[in-house]
């Protein structure tokens, strides 16, 4: 009900996946919040036994890393609309890893080193994620991209939290450890000279529209992410503007 009235992820791939893993996601919560624990095994009241393990999913040969061991084909025609359960794994030992911490090397030979940030503040990402920043089409690259922006909204830039959700993702093989850039805009013009224009901002760009001239022109944004300027942006003529980036205080989370 939540995903199909929010972000309504097709049941197929890598968004199928997700759907899949925010169900035992929301699944475990219920069950720490209304029993006080969590076992992190899913469907273990079945007279079979249980189905899968957020906490080890290579426990029942799901991967619990990207495009690693028992990742399945994510293909329309391969079998289980592309792997939706198996490949569940990867966010579901992302959400793990987030809640409970952990240490080791993933299947791409990353070494990690998680600290727990908790149930409640996982839970509260993953839920802010999925409804706000999630669509149809999203996949594993997109939920790392969302849940950094969700822990951001929730616990501020720079925070521990929005640290730990990057590393946890770079320990199921997704994405990088968060690097902060500050860009001066460094102008070979007069003083006082005017420069106008307006940045382009992608998601992850704090500054969505800052006018620079030779004296400011400061914006922030994360590593692997451009920094483009609008039609009309200007210069004096004849000058030379060149960009600098040097490394925020919060570049200690890489």
Known sequence: AVDGSEANLTYQGESGALDESFADIYGSMVEQNALGSNDWLFGDER???????????????DPDTYGGTYWAPTGPNDPDNGGVHTNSGVQNYWFYL?????????????????????????????????TNYLT?????????????QAAADLYGECSNEQAEVARAW????VGSNL???????????????YVSGT?????????SNTEINSNDGITKFRAGNGIYLNPGFKAT???????NAKVMPCSDFE
């Open 170 to 173: 770079r320990a199921v093989g």
């Open 47 to 61: 007279c079979s036994g249980y189905i899968r393990n957020l906490s080890d999913p290579n426990d029942k040969n």
């Open 98 to 130: 987030l809640s409970e911490g952990g240490s080791g090397t993933n299947d791409h030979g990353w070494d990690y080193n998680i600290t727990a940030i908790g149930y409640n503040a996982a839970e509260r990402i993953a839920y802010r994620n999925h």
């Open 237 to 243: 003529a004849g000058s030379n503007m060149y960009f």
């Open 199 to 207: 940045w382009l901002a992608t998601n992850w760009i704090s500054a």
């Open 179 to 193: 690097i902060w850039f500050e860009t001066l805009s460094l102008m070979d013009i007069p003083p006082l000279i």
């Open 136 to 148: 149809s089409n999203a996949n594993y690259l997109d939920a790392r991209n969302g849940s950094i």
